[in-house]
């Protein structure tokens, strides 16, 4: 007997990858940004450290809160369709049958065998056939809210802590540079990590995530030496 061949499809990491991947950038690129901003306004070592540490608590948090609300915001909506739709199929069970079979004869099968396939899958699972067929919601891609929070808030934290390490060891007259420059070396391999686990580029997706966050660093330290020096 042949060995039973196993496919390992990427769109199972969606849930936590796009999460994970969302906070450990975000993490370094507003700590980093927050820390450079801060320092270019000529504060103190302890208060850039004071601040950075306050921005990775309230970053964290924020991180987690935000994705707990948005994802439960889908899975909200995920039941109340699910819901939906066993009251349809309660409700006419035939018109069912046929839009299912709708769905087959449109993704390329003839009528004859669509409705055959139809019958099967209803009297197997007819609320699970529609809610993948009709609704499009898989098992693997459905909301995680507890899932998307705690991977948010942690890769947050994970990220946030490698400027701020910078930041602890770097002496006050390189500080600028040793951030912005480390800051952006973590964010091209994050970038180059999250797209070679999505089956992406490296290349790309170093280059795309370093572009923006560089550019956001700018801008805030822009924004510190601005005010600095007005103050």
């Known amino acids: 007997m042949r060995p039973r061949h196993i496919e390992r499809h990427r769109t199972k990491r969606i849930g936590w990858l796009r999460a994970a991947v969302l906070g450990a950038n975000d993490g370094i690129v507003s700590t980093a940004s927050l820390v450079l901003g801060v320092a270019a306004a000529h504060a ?6 004071v601040a950075g540490v306050a921005g990775l608590v309230a970053g964290a948090m924020s991180m987690a809160a935000g994705e707990y609300v948005s994802v439960h915001s889908q899975a909200d ?3 109340s369709d699910i819901e939906l739709e066993r009251k349809e199929l309660k409700a006419d069970n035939a018109g069912e049958h046929k839009e299912l079979a709708a769905i087959y004869v449109s993704r390329g099968l003839d009528p004859a065998l669509a409705k055959q396939v139809a019958d099967q899958l209803m009297a197997h699972d007819g609320l699970g056939a529609h809610v993948r067929d009709e609704l499009g919601i898989t098992k693997a891609l459905s909301a995680r809210p507890i899932q998307a929070a705690f991977a ?3 890769s947050f934290t994970i990220g946030a802590a490698m400027p701020l390490l910078i ?10 540079p040793l951030v912005s420059g480390t800051s952006l070396v973590f964010l091209a391999v994050l970038g180059g990590v999250a797209a070679h686990a999505g089956g992406a580029s490296l290349t790309v997706g170093a280059m795309r995530v370093t572009f923006w966050s560089a550019l956001a660093m700018g801008l805030t330290a822009g924004v510190g030496a601005l005010f600095g020096t007005v103050a």
């Open 44 to 49: 103190t070592h302890s208060n850039i450290m």
């Open 77 to 79: 909506t995920e039941k």
């Open 167 to 176: 930041t602890l060891l770097a002496p006050a007259a390189s500080l600028i």
């Open 152 to 154: 948010s808030a942690a």
